[in-house]
């Protein structure tokens, strides 16, 4: 207090500036971060035992960026995200449209279809994706790629484009039906009207959900290990694989170049956004 | 009972015409077997309560609703199938609705684009249309440049620019503040003037329809209740709604006792004392009638304790004078607004301008007071 | 102000068809054999006979795997029950921030959120581990402390045994507490945001203090954000599946681990199927749960 003498005492509300709620909230931070810098901190550190800090070193990158085994599944999983991302990106908006613009029969059921994946655990969806793809439709083995990768891709789809949906939605209940009547009553049909005012004012939305499709497809390990197989391993089941045997500075380098990703992705959908892509936009994730 | 005043111009050809419009969602009437008909180069006003149809009247029209019963003849085709794209009728949209994706020029060429006509027309008549409501050299701006009466003049260049046989405008002035509302009532006036276009406005505001149009639509609750120019409303109103909604009005029940072909006298408790007409009336004699006077047209002396009862020549002895005390009085400028109160307890509004300096100081609270009017001014209402 | 179908029916057919199809064909129709297999029996290694039994469910009574649905309920909401008690002071600090620093303390959260699950899961093995970053930390503490224990002339302290951190039940709870507080978080952050600030005003202007005003006014104000963050953290987290794969230990198994093993290691699929059931039909109860309260609250408020 003796050096705060200039700002004033903190209003009734200005809970923020109360010492207990900064103590807790520099706790929570610890608690959430600590692990991740200290894992990034010693991708450099130049000790196989991966404990005292013994100098700084680029040597896992390099073993990283060697590892075909490790690129591969990294570049399987890129190429996953981005196919999913696609498709869950015209899906979903396809879903969203739908649901927001035409009354029908059945659509209090549809509805509540399209939220099943987002509820359903991972696991279940899981197993549900292994039956499928060996009893009813066998992915071909030995498809040239990226084909092989089919069946991880179509789970992934089917997992991402509701929560797509749910975002391109959420940004349809701002739309001012006014617009869509004055681009009808200028003359425009419907697909016109579609393609110049409604699809204009998704755009957000469909980049938003690009991103949250693209993250979810990214990160997701249960679903996609019951259904790859031993030629299309993705960068989680790989990183997986590798912690079951134990910890490496590699699997530290790995993690850390995929953290940088996400920053960066985290940055892009904030620079388009604003804080609402990262916060707010989208419904529960029970992804974990 | 009419005096026309404005219609008389040249033999109107009708442009627009409902024919029993009903609108039901579910169970709710929203529009009641409406028929109306609107001339050419007419400005027309659709006035009334939020609520009352109006707008689902200006949609049906547009085309973004169906009637349930009914039809609508533009130019004496019925467009029942037409959809609202291929309609020869534009629309100025409440909240506007200028794309903001879009530059003011892209927003205003929008409309012949989809039509279909070439690049070097189109940028002709967009300036055209952007001169016209002055808005040159802002082609280029976004929406978000604008400000919210720019943003209309976008609107209503947009609509104008695909030469509309009718020109539809949802509530224009709402979302203006008070001034730039004035401003836009006359350019509005003299904009529809200059294209010869019909203009139909609808409106929830009296004042901005009286100024605007030529004639009106009042409705309520799903029925139309008056067609007439703005005058016509005020002073010859068909109904208490209608009277009662345009303007300020005292209104008096009674009972209609004399009616003959050039008078009517209608006896009223609330009054106290008979009202007399100088008019004939259409009414059943012995029935419940209502007394409409406007609040301007009540004259007010003061009634000195001993001193005659005032006389007015078209005023018969011990009809349309009578004695009150001011309870309340509002002293606003240009006028003064009394309440008085009647000996029989009923309360009465009166306005009266305040002519000199120092006119507003004659009157005061707990005043006694005579009011009077000329047999022509109370109107005399059936419903 | 939806339109009937009817009016854009070439509209309609495109955008239902995709998404139906894809919904149909890639998730209901695995879902449902799913459903089919939890009443077959295995015959053979691969074949699975549709038998209509309901023996795969009464397997799924019995005390052992009763006894890992129950822990896997107790787990999940002791999870959920930290990450109220941590995060809502968190979502607090957020809604009374200026509007700047609000953003950045909601990124704070999120960022986490957004990085790969697997990796922070490593990153926890990778401090929790026996030769992790608490324990090295304690055992300097330990070492050091026995070196100045000798100094005062007392007993050393004995040899240093590390504190077992992982693969236990504790490790696992940490974990989904690591791995969910986000989920919390913004769910409360966004009740909280919502609530009129002149309702704190007037309960302090009464004379109530901030722990009085906390509890009676906005606790009660915030339910309907409380109870979804609850949602949002419970179903997750009961189906965790790599948390206590990686962090646990043998005893700490859950639903979801016992699921995979049907699948991949025991190859039983009809049992397998059967809890997979067992597992979603618990998610749907939790949430009609919070469906009943949300609905009871604003018929409350109405």
Redesign the interface.
Known sequence: MRKRQKRAAPGPLEYLRRWPLQAWLVMVSVFLYAPLLTLMAFSFNDSKRNIVWKGFTLNYYEQVLHDQSLLTAFGNSLTIAAICTLVSVILGAMTALLLWRFRFSGKTVLDGAMALPIVVPEICMGVAMLVFFAKVMPWPSGLPWPLNLGAIIISHISFSFPFVAVVVRARMASFNRELEEAAKDLGAGEWMTIRDVIIPHMQPSLIAGALLAFTLSLDDFVITFFTSGPDTVTFPVKVYSMVRFSVTPEVNAASTLLIVLTVILTALALRFQGTDAVAGGHAPDPKA | MSAPQTAAKAPAKTIISFENITKRYGKVVAVDNVSLTIEEGEFFSLLGPSGCGKTTLLRML???ETPTEGRILIDGQDVSEI????RP???V?????????MTVAQNVA??LK??GIGAKECAERVEEALALVKLEGYGPRKPDQLSGGQRQRV?LA??LV?RPRVLLLDEPLSALDAKLREQMRSELTQLQDKVGITFIMVTHDQDEALAMACRCAVMNRGLLQQVATPSDLYEFPNSRFVADFIGQVNLFEGQLVVDEPDHAVIDSAEVGVPIYLDHGVTGATGSTVWAAIRPEKIEIYKRIDGAEMIKMEDAPQGHNVVAGTITHLAYLGSETVFDVTLMTGHSVKVVRSNLTRWDQEDFSWDEPVWLSWHACSPAMLTA | MEQSWRKAKSVFALVLGPPLFWLVLFFLIPLAIVWVYSFGTNIGLTQIAFTGTFSNYTRAIEPLYVGIFVKSVGVAALTTGLCIVLGFPVALAITFAPDKLKAWLILLIMLPFWTNLLIRTYALIAVLRDEGYVNMTYHWLWTHAGGLMTFAGLKPLGDFVPLELLHNNFAVVFGLVYVHLPFMVLPLYSALDRLDRSLLEASLDLGAGHARTMLQIVAPLALPGIASGILITFIPALGAYLTPDLLGGPDSQMIANIIERQFKRANDWPFGAALSFLLMYMTFIAIALQAVLAKRNAGAKA
Do not use: T
Request: proline residues 11%; aromatic residues 18%; charged residues 15%.
């Open positions: 547009a085309g973004f959809p609202p794209n291929k009728v534009n629309m949209f409440q909240s506007y609705a200028v794309f903001p994706h929008y409309g989809v039509d609107a947009r609509a695909k």
